[in-house]
């Protein structure tokens, strides 16, 4: 996982980055997804093109052979995502990363369980593919069945599967207001929710790595508020040293599968891998605690952005914050919580 500072990943060149830049009299749309650049301005959307880019260039250069699969269907905030995926199709296809729209959500959903059985049939030319589902809120509620079905049965140890949620809170393109964690904690599927564009692209890339050490699918959260921003980040290759013990397949998808045995690894050694994962990787933080903190302030996703300018406007910057005993935390892994690093961060806390 990438080092995190207060404000967002600390910005790191991957190589003579600047002069790879420098070296071209004008930049073209299609350098977003060079792995030359690495630091790119990108959409939200963008930043997942990217991210499954970086997952087949981080598995190339540990010497794996995968490939990745990606199906879904649109619908704003995730409106653009099938647009941004064509454009980028050749470099998809250098990576061997497949690109089928759905029909609907829950065909889409299935077709990436599917993904995931490569290494129960013979004849499979890649280790694995990992597997990347997208659909707005709506979208989620109608999976429910295959998601269950899909998380239940599990993830390969060379493949993996990001389920994006695009979640519109206010109901601005939407028939109703709506959130994805609940869905997703139904179907016992750990939420990660990250707060920037940045972040988007950086747990992308983590929720596919975590996915393989659990074998569980992983959701990634994308309201709209930060899917639909745009910034220039940080997709250096080198920012990213998991620490996770190797897949072994003791919790991943198996033929035969009795579904009393499925339903043990998914409520304990699975979900323990997952934690195990987040806590080793630094995924959740906190911010300016010491001794002296007597105040805990905990936000996740959008929330963390707006306690952040919501501590700026009160004129509260580090200095204040320590001075006033404020700390914050951000628990980037939103379900299931991780106890250990909250529960340090809590002690000492007078509220």
């Known amino acids: ?66 490939g990745g699969f990606v199906s879904g269907y649109r619908g704003s905030p995730l409106g653009a995502f099938d647009r941004d995926l064509q454009s980028a199709a050749c470099e998809l296809a250098a990576a061997d990363i497949h690109f089928i729209p759905g029909v609907n959500e829950e065909l889409a959903a299935t077709a990436i369980w599917g993904s995931q059985q490569l290494g129960l049939f013979p004849g499979a030319r890649v280790e694995g593919a990992f597997g ?45 207001a709506h959130q994805s964690e609940y869905a997703f904690v139904d179907a016992q599927i750990p939420v990660l929710a990250p707060a920037s564009v940045q972040e988007i692209f950086d747990l992308a890339v983590t929720g596919i790595e975590m996915s393989r050490a659990s074998g569980m699918w992983v959701a990634l959260k994308c309201p709209s508020d930060i899917v639909e921003q745009g910034a220039t980040i940080d997709v250096a290759l080198d920012r990213f040293r998991f620490a996770a013990p190797p897949a072994d397949g003791s919790l991943h998808i198996r033929w035969p599968d009795r579904v009393t045995d499925a339903e043990a690894r998914l409520e304990g050694p699975k979900r323990d891998a997952a934690l ?15 001794a002296a903190s007597r105040i805990g302030i905990v936000a ?24 006033a005993g404020i700390a914050l935390y951000k628990p980037t892994l939103v379900w299931p919580l991780e106890p250990e690093s909250l529960r340090a961060f809590a002690a000492g806390l007078d509220r």
């Open 1 to 66: 996982m990438p080092e995190m500072s207060e404000h967002g990943p600390e910005s790191r060149r991957d190589g003579d980055a600047a002069t790879a830049i420098s070296g071209h009299s004008a930049g073209r749309l299609g350098d977003r997804f060079d792995p030359a650049y690495t630091r790119v301005f990108l959409t939200g959307n963008q930043a997942l093109v990217r991210a499954l880019l970086a997952r087949a260039w981080l598995d190339a250069r540990a010497g794996r052979r995968t």
């Open 132 to 176: 990347l589902w997208y659909g707005k809120g709506p979208g989620v509620d109608r999976s429910g069945d295959a998601f269950k079905h899909a998380n239940l049965a599990g993830t390969a140890p060379m493949g993996g599967v990001l389920a994006v949620a695009g979640d519109d809170h206010a109901g601005v393109s939407s028939t109703t």
């Open 276 to 290: 195990a994962f987040a806590r080793a990787n630094g995924i959740d933080r906190s911010f300016g605690k010491t």
């Open 300 to 323: 996740a996703g959008k929330s963390w952005a707006d306690a952040e300018e919501a501590l700026d406007l009160l004129g509260l910057d580090d200095t204040a914050r320590a001075q």
